[in-house]
């Protein structure tokens, strides 16, 4: 197999990138570079296995707190001290005045965490406020004992010991802000009149736990899958993949604050309400899950149900795909879950593993869709007094008939915007009177739709090359265009999973062959097209149509590679 790659003109394995730019390992001159757009954030699953998102930290000179940081009351703030990482980049924050604060200006709305790190120095304890306008979400923690104190209007507080007397608190909340402070404080609830405490690394970010400290200076930083941002996916392979992925919308407001008020938590007839606890470990490996204990009671109809439910009005009728994440840990193994405007439950079979669980329904008239996700008596085959207590995270509803990858949202609905990548000018590493293309994808879902894999194009859809998914849901044609006449034409059924294909050209003599046997051939009456340019997830170079497909590597050769070459590189 070596020496067929040794003919290569261009190798996209993907593994290298950054932001608008996916490298190819041949040429390494960098004349194979492809470039990459999607103008919003998104998700992937990284080498460990854990869902990665975008990162950030909204404040401003996040560790500076003489700058944009202004002193309410009777503080001041020296730097120079001795930090939790080694350095001297820690402050004095003293005070001598009650109420006394640093604080920062920020207006921001829906589930953010505000987390800095402190050591007590005069004062044993530290306190965190939300300002809000009206009941500010508030925190006190024990510097000395490593506790949280008295809180309120929150959904959690936190202390984490680091080393050398320091910890990094945290505060959750979900209400509009217009500030956030930090005081030295003197005991429980109570802030005398003087005190002193140390601070260090302040961080404000969308979500329901504290990541790795960002440093800002005079402008937020955005970091991790962020704009433009490639995405090496490594579900289901130790090896990286790049996604690419249609525009989807997450319609529910919160897909992991699950305690917020538009999830409703039902108990109907003898079912109880459900009981929630924050801070599961989550697919992320953070802890940003909830537990969820159901129980339908020991009534026998079918109205005794308990449940986790929202409702997104104004939808159009149409397909829509529930998405979660789920595990269990006691119980019976069973929930129940429905995503659309009837009455259709799926059964959810759980283990003590996370999975993702996706229900695709119809909404067959304009209306409400219906997140449910539960217990109901009867539908389950569970017992009488049925219970189970499980973990669930990442509830995702998108319109389509089919999951794309997690979109995670904080107050309010979130899109992905599509995603392709593409490279013009390369007619020197496309064959021109013959040639060879090749592309690895994995094929995860039926699609409704035509969805292009990959496109070699000259000067306009006249002059192509391409191999795109159709016209079939689970179909596969491979075509080639010259002066805007059909050269070749064929199609295959295709099934879910990892499959090689190429298509070999030259002039009177074209082949395509898909996981190691040949597909169709022409050997009369076969003109080759002028190619230029070459897409992933795209038809054109005018809109992208990516639909979700993982490309693992895509080759261009200029030669018409022989039909046992062909057979050889697409085996799986």
Known sequence: MSNIYDKSSLVLIPSGTKTGKVYSQVPVSGD?????????????????????????????????????????????????????????????LSKTAAWSNVSQSIANSGVKIFSVYVKANASNWGLLVLSTGATDPVAYYDLA?????????????????????????????????????IYPAEANTSSGSSGSIYIQDAQLEQGLVARDYIETTTTAVEGGITDNVPRLDYTDSSCPALLLEPQRTNLLPNSEYIGSSDWDKNGFGTGVAPILTFGEESPEGLNNAYEITFNTGAGTSSGNQSNISEGIGGQAAGDYTLSFWAKVSSGTDKIIARGAGGYLYTTCNLTTEWQRFEITENLATAGTLYADIGLRRGLANEPLNSSVTCQI????????????????????????????????????LIGQTEGTLFVEFEYNSTKDHYWPIVTLMGSSTAELIEIYGGPNSNSMALVMIDNGSNQFSVNTPLSFGAHKVAIAYAENNTAAYVDGVLLGSVDTSCTIPA??????????????????????????????????????????
């Open 32 to 92: 194979g570079d492809f470039t990459f757009t999607r103008s919003s954030a998104a998700t992937r699953v990284n080498a460990d296995g854990f869902i990665e998102k975008e990162t950030q930290n909204l404040l401003l000179q996040s560790n500076t707190f003489d700058t944009t940081w202004g002193i309410v009351g009777a503080a001041s703030v020296t730097g120079g001290q001795a930090g939790y990482d080694g350095t001297n980049n820690a402050w004095l």
């Open 145 to 181: 004992n490593g506790v949280v104190g008295v809180n309120a209007s929150n959904i959690d507080a936190v202390i984490t010991p680091v080393s050398g007397g320091w910890y990094r608190i945290s505060i959750v909340a979900s209400q509009t802000i217009n500030a956030v402070r």
């Open 393 to 428: 995270y990442g509830i995702q509803m998108e319109a389509g008939s089919y999951a794309t990858s997690y979109i995670p949202t904080y107050g309010s609905s979130v899109t992905r915007v599509v995603e392709a990548t593409e490279k013009t000018g390369i007619s020197d």
């Open 531 to 572: 190619l230029t340019q070459m897409a992933i997830g795209k038809f054109s170079y005018t809109s992208s149509y990516a639909y979700g497909d993982s490309i693992k590597q895509t080759l261009l050769f200029k030669t018409r590679l022989s039909n046992e070459e062909l057979a050889a590189l697409t085996t799986i």
